[in-house]
């Protein structure tokens, strides 16, 4: 099936029976086995005051890279949707920090998304199938993770600091209808005090290979990578919308449908 939107593949959405709009239907997190809740979380429960902790490991120096509205730089990291699906996109969650003692508020006040064909940067040259760099889609702010302390993104040596509380942005847009294929999401997010980072994705006691994430630096896309370790980095990302068979598939189900019909009349 073409990585494009189609219009006969919008209909069979709409008429396909699936889970409620505005589920989570991908988690960058799968991407890293092993890894901790959104592939943030190193210490369950071993940070500030009981919260969770996403902690660095030595060599790694970074705590963060830049995906903020008010500078040219963006991050984007890849997602693959299966054979025999299609997803309908409507929202999306991305995920930040800005460095403030005690991070009392929240401070992610917009973002910005686009969805690329293929590798921004790739030999194929990826083309944006939907979003802009302009449009705020931002619908809602909170603090990330399921422990009601939140998630702080630190050192395997400083559990306890608490300057960077992690936010989650969420987004709605415009259904975005994609057959299978691999598309990656670009994003950048808005902060009131200017600054806003996106923490990397971490495993407990590793500084290895996380992911294979890209940021743009205000002229291309390039590997993101450490600082100090200099291995290549995901980043957090979830997709919200309903799955439905693809159209082909939805033809096998229809076709095993008649043959099952056609025996219980037999």
């Known amino acids: ?26 988690d960058n997190q799968v991407t890293l086995p092993g890894s901790g809740e959104l592939g943030l979380v190193t210490h369950p429960g071993g940070g500030f005051g009981g919260a969770d902790a996403s902690a660095l ?32 996109i409507t929202g999306a969650n991305v995920f930040g920090y800005t460095t403030v003692a005690g991070s009392p508020n929240l401070t992610a006040i917009g973002a910005t998304l686009r969805i690329f064909s293929d590798d921004p940067n790739g030999a194929a040259s990826g083309t944006v199938v939907a979003g802009d760099t302009t449009t705020n889609v931002q619908t809602a702010a909170s603090w990330a993770g399921s422990n009601a302390g939140g998630i702080w993104r630190v050192t395997s040596t400083t559990l306890l600091t ?72 995901g980043v957090p990302f979830q997709l919200i ?16 449908g008649l043959v099952a019909a056609r025996r219980r009349r037999s």
């Open 162 to 233: 608490n300057n960077r509380r992690i936010q989650t942005s969420t987004s709605t847009f415009a259904p975005v209808v994609l057959g299978p294929g691999t598309y990656w999401l670009d994003f950048a997010i808005t902060s009131s005090t200017g600054a806003v980072f996106t923490p990397v994705m971490s495993l407990a006691n590793s500084s290895g290979v996380t992911g294979n994430a890209r940021q743009f630096n205000g002229t291309t896309y390039v590997p993101l990578v450490d600082a100090g370790s200099t291995s290549a980095k």
């Open 1 to 26: 099936m073409s990585k494009v939107l189609l219009a006969s593949i919008a209909a069979v959405v709409g008429t396909v029976s699936s889970a409620a709009m505005g589920q989570i239907i991908y």
């Open 241 to 256: 919308g309903t799955i439905v068979p693809a159209p082909s598939s939805l033809a096998l189900l229809g076709l095993g």
């Open 57 to 88: 490991t030595s060599p790694d120096t970074t705590f963060g890279a830049t995906a903020n509205t008010a500078t040219a730089f963006r991050l984007a990291d890849d997602f693959t949707i299966p054979v025999g699906e299609v997803w309908t």
